[in-house]
């Protein structure tokens, strides 16, 4: 269950920075230095948040086989 709860957590967290994602740096929007800096911060975290949904989903595996 613990793992379960770590993989929604992520998901949501995921989601909550992919919808900021679409509404502050659509594709066609020219960005200044600072916006591509917070661009490339938010980057990191959805980055994490997508590694920590994988990790999950690989250990539900691992744990379901044994």
């Known amino acids: 269950p613990e793992v379960r709860r770590h993989i929604a957590l992520h998901e949501e967290r995921l989601a909550q920075y992919r919808a900021i994602e679409a509404r502050d740096f659509p594709s066609t929007k020219a960005l200044s230095r600072g916006q591509r800096i917070q661009y490339?911060?938010?980057?990191?975290?959805?980055?994490?948040?997508?590694?920590?949904?994988?990790?999950?989903?690989e250990m539900l595996v691992v744990m379901e086989a044994s």
């Open 40 to 57: 490339m911060i938010l980057k990191k975290g959805i980055r994490y948040e997508q590694g920590e949904i994988d990790w999950g989903r």
